[in-house]
């Protein structure tokens, strides 16, 4: 497995997390509109598409690490 492929499992899983801690979240604490709930699951969420998709167009592209 490349080091770009590894990332983009990584970037896939990191997004994962983000859904999995928003409905926890909500789940546990019945509060859906929290600021700060928001805040963490858009920074790992965006982190996760952002990196999956730049290392998925850079596999697509042939460039290796």
Known sequence: ???????R???FMLFGV???FYL?????YGDWTD??????TVVLGGFGLT????FNEKI???IED
């Open 1 to 7: 497995m490349s080091v770009n492929s590894l990332l």
């Open 9 to 11: 499992l990584l970037s």
């Open 18 to 20: 983000a859904v999995i």
């Open 24 to 28: 926890s979240w909500g789940i546990a």
């Open 35 to 40: 600021i700060g709930l928001y805040s963490i």
């Open 51 to 54: 990196g999956f998709f730049l």
């Open 60 to 62: 697509k592209q042939g």
